[in-house]
Every structure is written in structure tokens, then in C-alpha cells.
């Protein structure tokens, strides 16, 4: 079945930085684009950011760039978020979740969540 | 950039209620709208996209409807699964924005 599975939780000093995966199976991983959602504590879902799988060019939301980084590694079906020079606002669940379109646009499925707690 | 307002923020009811909940866009956005569940300490679920297509594995009582800037969710009858958050979201251009989500309480 159609699944994407994230990295584990991680909790992470300020100014250091950390690097989440999101690894996709059961479809082609080049075929449907990627995209990134943040929920912070009591917060709702925020979206970062989508990633296309075939060119690699990255739309992301306005105050998720520069210390954000979206890539993959196609050869293994991954994406990757990467978040530097991190702040305690940057705690929070990040999910990737698959973007299909296919004369309709929506996400699914989601991975379950990573826990980014960023304390010192 | 567009903005979704939902109501409302938080909703009681029971079970076996019929619970409607809406959406509003800031500018039209056709029916790009989908909606989705999270239940706390697990992946977001789609329910309905393209504003009204049920996506599949999800059950009938769970509706959507609505085109332009305005759209409900409407559950027939609550089931205690059912406690949860909503959210809808466009897709209709980034940045593709969530309504800040209606808390379900049963």
C-alpha cells in the first residue's frame, strides 16, 4: 500500500540544525510530487512547502525559506527536510504528505508526523 | 495569498448528531477545497476532496459541499471516532493554505 514513513523524533539545542526524512514506497516516487506541513504546539496545520519529484524545484510558503530546505534522493524514494540554525519556534510536528494531481488536487497519504523539539 | 476561515472554532455534540461545519475563501477558489481529520498523535486523514468526492475507505456519512468561496462538511450521523479536528485547505495555488480547524468534541 501507498505509504510514507518519516524519521524519528528529535530534540535538538538552538543554533544547531536537523535533517527529516520522509520515505515513500508502494507508487512511483517520481510521479507525485511531495509536500511539507508544520503543526506547532496547539497550533493547526501550517503548510511549508511542496516539492516536485521529477525537477526538484521547490514553491514553498512565505517564512520557509533560507533556513529551510527541501530535497530528495529519488534513488531511495526520499525527501528530505532539513532545518538549520534552529529556533524554539521551530518546535513542533513536521509531516510530508504526498501531493496528487490528477484532475483534482489534494494530499494523501501523510507520513505520521516528526517530533522537532528544539530546547536548550 | 488566500485565506481560509472555518466555524466553528469548536463544536459539542453527540452521537448520532448531524454536525455541519464551513469553510470560507478569502477569493474564489472553485472547488479546489479539500477536507481532512487528525486525531491527535497521528497522520491527517483526507476525507473529501475536490469539495465533495469522498475519498475512498471513508465512510458515507461524511459529506462535502460548496464551490466558489463557500463549502460545508457535514458528518449524518456522529460516531465516537468521530472526535477529532477538521481542516479544510485549498489547493487552488500556493500558498496552499489550512483553515485554523474545528475541534469535534463528542
Known amino acids: 500500500q501507498v505509504q510514507l514513513v518519516q524519521s524519528g523524533s528529535e530534540l535538538k539545542k538552538p543554533g544547531a540544525s536537523v535533517n527529516i526524512s520522509c520515505k515513500a514506497s508502494?507508487?512511483?516516487?517520481?510521479?507525485?510530487?511531495m509536500n511539507w506541513v508544520r503543526q506547532a504546539p496547539g497550533q493547526g496545520l501550517e503548510w511549508m512547502a511542496w516539492i516536485n519529484t521529477n525537477t526538484g524545484k521547490v514553491t514553498s510558503a512565505q517564512g520557509f525559506t533560507g533556513r529551510f530546505a527541501f530535497s530528495l534522493d529519488t534513488s531511495v524514494s526520499t525527501a528530505y527536510l532539513q532545518i538549520s540554525s534552529l529556533k524554539a519556534e521551530d518546535t513542533a510536528v513536521y509531516y510530508c504528505?504526498?501531493?496528487?494531481?490528477?484532475?483534482?488536487?489534494?494530499?494523501?497519504?501523510w507520513g505520521q508526523g516528526t517530533l522537532v523539539t528544539v530546547s536548550s | 495569498d488566500i485565506q481560509m476561515t472555518q466555524s466553528p472554532s469548536s463544536l459539542s455534540a453527540s452521537v448520532g448528531d448531524r454536525v455541519t461545519i464551513t469553510c470560507r475563501a478569502s477569493q474564489s477558489i472553485s472547488r479546489y477545497l479539500n477536507w481532512y481529520q487528525h486525531k491527535p498523535g497521528t497522520a491527517p486523514r483526507l476525507l473529501i476532496y475536490?469539495?465533495?468526492s469522498l475519498q475512498s475507505g471513508v465512510p458515507s456519512r461524511f459529506s462535502g459541499s460548496g464551490s466558489g468561496t463557500d463549502f460545508t462538511l457535514t458528518i449524518s450521523s456522529l460516531q465516537p471516532e468521530d472526535f477529532a479536528i477538521y481542516y479544510c485547505?485549498?489547493?487552488?495555488?500556493?500558498?496552499?493554505?489550512f483553515g485554523q480547524g474545528t475541534k469535534l468534541e463528542i
Open positions: 485547505q485549498h489547493n487552488y495555488n500556493a500558498p496552499y493554505s
Open positions: 475536490a469539495a465533495s
Open positions: 508502494g507508487y512511483t516516487f517520481t510521479h507525485y510530487g
Open positions: 504528505a504526498r501531493r496528487v494531481e490528477e484532475g483534482d488536487y489534494y494530499f494523501d497519504p
